[in-house]
């Protein structure tokens, strides 16, 4: 090979992974985020910071608009702050669920059965907060654009729910609506906005969650053969 770069590269050569391999390794991973569900009834069992710190480093991992990497994750198990944090979603929420016109948003979440009451913003042992940075404030002082931000710090969030399920835990892609109440209780830079606020932990013992289906993979992925002549 005789590339030449203007920057530093290094090789890249994992293994490569016999197709029998990882197709069984594809149907293993699938079988196991078929049992994901977001939940809303947690148990207030502690979780270790190490927990989390394994899926914020899963979620460090995702790839990202020109590598900025866009995103910080606030984690808390403050029980004053997640107080606070749960007044103010209910404060908000309130104001969607009663005082909104919003017939259609409120036949679309009728089988979700949510409403303004987030009690698992205080049962749930950890919140997460990702939050995403159209800039980032330089060492230097100056302010650098980010690009991508939301498809990045999207995938990045999904790394991130991957990674706690697979630690047997559960989370929820709460976004309380609007959200910006986040910045100032967590004290976050006027640089980020709030994203996805994640309660973080075991299901309750007593968990139920609404009996929903996937969508066929007929509708997901439409596939075009090449035309053979
Ligand atoms: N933010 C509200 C409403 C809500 C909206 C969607 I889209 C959901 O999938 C679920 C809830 C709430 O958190 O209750």
Redesign the pocket.
Known sequence: MNRSHQHPFVAYTPPRVPIGEGLRRGAEYLDELERRRSVRWFSDDPVPLEAIQLAVSAANTAPSGAHHQPWTFVATDDPEIKRGVRMAAEEE?RK?YQERELPEWHSA?AR?E?DEHKEFLEVAPWLVVAFAQKHTPQPDGSLRKNYYVSESVGIACGFFIAALHRMGLATLT????PMAFLTKVLDRPRTERPYILFPVGYPADDCEVPELTRKPLDEALIVRPARRS
């Not at 709460?174 to 609506?177: L, R």
């Open positions: 929420e969607f979440l979700l949510t709460h976004t309380p609506n």
